[in-house]
C-alpha cells in the first residue's frame, strides 16, 4: 500500500512543532580557526595536559567556562561609553547599586573586583576562626575563602546530588536534617552562617528549590543562624523552578528570582556568569552594621566603596547586564542551548550528569572511562582527549579541582568525577554543539584504547588551575 498523500491537516500535525530561538540577532563577528591536529598535540604537551594552560589561540570552541565569556549586548557596549571614572560617587555605581535593589531585593551593595573577592570580604567579616560554614556541596574559591577565615566547610547537600544518574528535579537542596544534625551536634554559636549556592556548579549545576530555601530559612531562624547566597546562577535557578515547581508556572524570572533572594540575609555574586559581564562582582547585604564592616574592609582589599575594583564602564555594563539577564526569553533560550547538546550526547548513549544543569554539560568520566582509577585522573583526560579530537577546550571537576584535604593532606576523593563543557552566553550556536557532540561522540569511541594521566607538578592552592600532567 503507498503511503497516502498528505492532506492539509495531516501536514498540520506533521508541522505543529515549535521551536525556541535566540532572542537577539548578531552584529559583530569573531573569526575562529582550528588549528592542525599535530599543532593541537604539541600546545597540549607544553601546557602540561592541563586546558586551563592552553593559549586561547590554541582553541576552536572554547567550552572552558562560562565565566566572564559572554557576548555583550550592544546597550551593555553603549553603557560602556556612559562609564564615569570618578574615584569617589561615580555614577555607574548607583545605577548598579538600583539594580541590584530592584532584581535581588537587598538593601546594601558592596561592589567587587569579581566574585571571590567579595568571598573573601564576606568570608573574612562573618566567620570567626573554628565555627562551621555549611553549605549545599562546594565551590572551589568560596570553600578555599572560608578555609583561611578559620572556617570548616561541611557538605549538607541532599545525597542524591552525589548521584549523576538520579533524576531528583533538584539536587541542589540542602539536606535539612543532615544540617539541623550539625546545629544540633556543634551548637549554633558554632555555625559562622550557611552558605547556600544557586545551580550547585560541582553538583552538575543543579537547583535549588523554593520550598527548600523557605523551608531552610525556618530552620535557621529558630536558631539565629543567617543565610547567605551565591547567587552567581541564580537566574539559571529561577528558570528551574518556574519549570519544575508547582505554582511557579506563571510567574517571571524575575519575581522568582526576587522572592528566592527574600528568604536570605545577603549575596556575593560573580558578575562574569549570570549578569553577562567580562569582569565584575559584588556583595550585597540587609544587616546595616554587617554592611558597615564590608564598607570598611573593601577600601583594603579591592578598593572604594563606590567602586571596588571596578571601572565605572564596567558598573554600567553590569547594571545593564542584570536587567537582560533576568528576561524569561533570554534565560529559555540560554538553557535551552545547553540541553540541545546535552539532548544529542543523551540520544547517543553518551554518559552525562542528568538532569542537564543550567550552564553546562558534565561528562561522566567515571562511566566513560571505567578502566581508569580516579588517580588516573578520568576527567582531566577526557578533557585532554576532546582537545585533541576538535581543539575544543574543556575543564576538569573531579578529583584533581577537589584538592587536598587542609588537615590530613590527602586527596580529596569527590564521587563526581565529570569534564565541564561550559556554554558561554550569546556566543555560539547550535552548529557549534552540533561540531562539540560529534567530538565528544569520536572520543566515546575510541575510549577504551585512551591511557590515563598522573600529576607532574601541584601548586598549593586552587591546583587544578596550575597543575601539569603527563601520560601514564
Ligand atoms: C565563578 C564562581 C565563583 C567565583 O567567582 P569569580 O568571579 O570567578 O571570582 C563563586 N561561586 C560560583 C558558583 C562560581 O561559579
Given at each position: ?19 525556541w ?21 604539541q600546545a ?23 565565566s ?16 564615569d ?29 569579581q ?64 544540617l ?12 559562622a ?48 523552578i ?42 550585597a ?74 550552564h ?6 567515571r ?20 582537545y ?61 584504547q ?5 600529576m ?9 588551575f ?7
Open positions: 500500500m503507498s503511503p497516502s498523500a498528505p492532506t492539509l491537516q495531516t501536514m498540520g500535525q506533521q508541522f505543529s512543532r515549535r521551536s530561538a535566540e532572542p537577539w540577532k548578531i552584529k559583530m563577528v569573531e573569526p575562529l580557526h582550528m588549528i592542525s591536529p599535530a599543532a593541537r598535540a597540549l604537551q607544553e601546557a602540561g595536559y592541563n586546558t586551563f594552560l592552553l593559549k586561547s589561540e590554541a582553541v576552536y570552541i572554547d567550552l572552558l567556562t562560562d566572564g565569556t559572554s557576548a555583550m549586548s550592544d546597550r551593555q557596549w553603549a553603557g560602556m561609553m556612559l562609564g571614572e570618578a574615584y569617589a560617587g561615580s555614577r555607574n555605581f548607583y545605577h548598579l547599586e538600583a539594580a541590584v535593589q530592584n532584581y535581588y531585593g537587598y538593601n546594601y551593595l558592596v561592589p567587587a573586583h566574585g571571590r573577592g567579595a568571598e573573601h570580604l564576606l568570608s573574612q567579616v562573618a566567620i570567626q576562626r573554628g565555627q562551621y560554614v555549611p553549605g549545599n556541596m562546594y565551590f572551589t574559591t568560596t570553600r578555599l575563602h572560608q578555609e583561611l577565615a578559620g572556617g570548616i566547610f561541611a557538605d549538607v547537600i541532599v545525597d542524591e546530588a552525589h548521584d549523576p544518574q538520579s533524576l531528583h528535579p533538584f539536587k541542589g537542596n540542602i539536606d535539612l536534617d543532615k539541623a544534625a550539625l546545629i544540633a551536634r556543634e551548637g549554633a554559636a558554632n555555625i552562617y550557611v552558605s547556600l549556592a544557586g545551580t550547585v556548579n560541582m553538583a552538575g549545576g543543579q537547583p535549588v528549590s523554593m520550598a527548600n530555601v523557605k523551608a531552610l530559612r525556618a530552620l535557621t531562624d529558630r536558631h539565629g543562624i543567617k543565610v547567605y547566597l551565591d547567587a552567581t546562577r541564580m537566574v539559571e535557578n529561577a528558570f528551574f518556574q519549570e519544575r515547581e508547582s505554582g511557579y508556572a506563571d510567574k517571571s524570572i524575575a519575581a522568582i528570582l526576587k522572592e528566592f533572594c527574600s528568604y536570605t540575609d545577603g549575596a556575593w555574586m560573580s558578575a562574569k556568569k549570570d549578569n553577562l559581564v567580562n569582569i565584575g562582582g559584588w556583595l547585604v540587609n544587616d546595616t552594621a554587617l554592611y558597615e564592616e564590608l564598607r570598611n574592609l573593601v577600601v583594603v582589599y579591592e578598593g572604594l566603596h563606590t567602586y571596588g575594583g571596578l571601572a565605572g564602564r564596567d558598573m554600567e555594563a553590569i547594571a545593564i547586564g542584570i536587567e537582560e539577564c533576568v528576561q524569561d526569553d533570554h534565560v529559555r533560550a540560554r538553557i535551552g542551548q545547553v540541553r540541545y547538546l546535552g539532548d544529542l550526547l543523551t540520544t547517543w548513549q553518551i554518559p552525562i550528569v542528568q538532569p542537564i544543569g543550567g553546562a554539560i558534565f561528562l561522566d568520566a562511566r566513560f572511562y571505567p578502566h581508569l582509577a580516579q588517580i588516573q585522573f578520568p576527567a582531566q583526560t577526557l578533557a585532554a582527549e576532546l585533541l579530537d576538535s581543539g575544543i577546550r574543556a575543564m576538569e571537576r573531579g578529583i584533581a579541582s577537589a584538592g587536598r584535604d587542609p588537615k590530613t593532606g590527602d586527596h580529596h576523593y569527590p564521587k563526581l568525577e565529570l569534564t565541564r563543557l561550559t556554554i558561554p552566553r550569546r556566543v555560539y550556536t547550535q552548529a557549534h554543539m552540533d561540531v562539540v557532540a560529534e567530538s565528544v561522540h569520536a572520543v566515546y569511541e575510541a575510549r577504551e585512551t591511557r590515563g594521566l598522573k607532574t607538578h601541584e601548586p598549593k592552592y586552587l591546583r587544578f596550575q597543575a601539569r600532567f603527563a601520560r601514564e
